[in-house]
């Protein structure tokens, strides 16, 4: 029985990494859509993109 306990104590730790590995790569997707967004909002306050009045042709 401790043999099977043991078996058992083993996969549920090697399912806690997986599950923190899956929650950090997570946080740096985040990081990443977040920074790329800001970037690109910036980009349009810059260079004006969205803001232009056009007349009508």
Request: charged residues 20%; without cysteine; glycine residues 8%.
């Amino acid at each position: 029985m401790a043999s099977f306990q043991s078996e058992q104590q083993a996969d549920r730790d090697q399912l806690a990494w997986v599950q923190f590995g899956l929650a950090m790569l997570g946080d740096l997707l985040h990081l990443v859509v977040d920074k790329a967004e800001h970037i690109v909002w910036l980009t349009h306050i810059v260079s004006g993109v969205g803001y232009q009045h056009r007349g009508r042709t």
